[in-house]
Structure formats: structure tokens, C-alpha cells
Nanobody
Framework: QVQLVESGGGLVQAGGSRRLSCAASGRAFSSYAMGWYRQAPGKQRELVATITSGGGTNYADSVKGRFIISRDNAKNTVYLHMNSLKPDDTAVYYC?????????????WGQGTQVTVST
């Protein structure tokens, strides 16, 4: 069982920056593929960014050049650095872990943290 706890959400003005953190439990964090997803009111949850155990990253087109995902394996934490925020970035942001164990894949989600971007 992997527990994920997000933090860092809040209200920010358009054009501003915010850093989200996701602390994970588990002894094998460095082997987890991690990601950030978001869900705006009335919309489906969508991928924002992912980072592999090896540090490879992938971003949604809507956040490329503005958001950066990173991880600190010593702290069991993944970050989402959000810059040049827009009102369209308003959503609940969820941390996700993709855990491979004994040939099986397990998905874990955090409880979410609200980010609201004001004009």
C-alpha cells in the first residue's frame, strides 16, 4: 500500500507561480513512476505531467514550457512547479503513483489539492 499526500495548493493570481508537493510512503519510491493529474469542475481528469523512475518526463501540451515535474528520491517526494499560471489551470490536482510489484501494476492516488487561479 502506497499513501500519497499532496500539498501546496491555494489561490494564486494569473501569471503567478506555485509549487505542489506529493509525499509518498513506501521503501521503493525511487522505482515508482509518478505523475500529476488535474480535474476541473465539469471536466474529466486529465494528465498534466509524468516522471519515470529514471527521470524521464512527459507533459500535456497545455502546460509544456510552463510546468516542470521533478522528484527527490531521498525525500520520497515529487513536485510540480507551475509557472505563468492561467485561469484555465484552475483544478484539483492529484498525485499518482504507478507501482510495479511482482509482475503486477498498481495505481495509487492522493486526495487532491485545489489550485485556483484568479484573473
Amino acid at each position: 500500500q502506497v499513501q500519497l499526500v499532496e500539498s501546496g495548493g491555494g489561490l494564486v493570481q494569473a501569471g503567478g507561480s506555485r509549487r505542489l508537493s506529493c509525499a509518498a510512503s513506501g521503501r521503493a519510491f525511487s522505482s515508482y513512476a509518478m505523475g500529476w493529474y488535474r480535474q476541473a469542475p465539469g471536466k474529466q481528469r486529465e494528465l498534466v505531467a509524468t516522471i519515470t523512475s529514471g527521470g524521464g518526463t512527459n507533459y500535456a501540451d497545455s502546460v509544456k514550457g510552463r510546468f516542470i515535474i521533478s522528484r527527490d528520491n531521498a525525500k520520497n517526494t515529487v513536485y510540480l512547479h507551475m509557472n505563468s499560471l492561467k485561469p484555465d489551470d484552475t483544478a484539483v490536482y492529484y498525485c499518482h503513483a504507478d507501482v510495479q510489484l511482482l509482475g503486477r501494476e498498481y495505481d495509487y492516488w492522493g486526495q487532491g489539492t485545489q489550485v485556483t487561479v484568479s484573473t
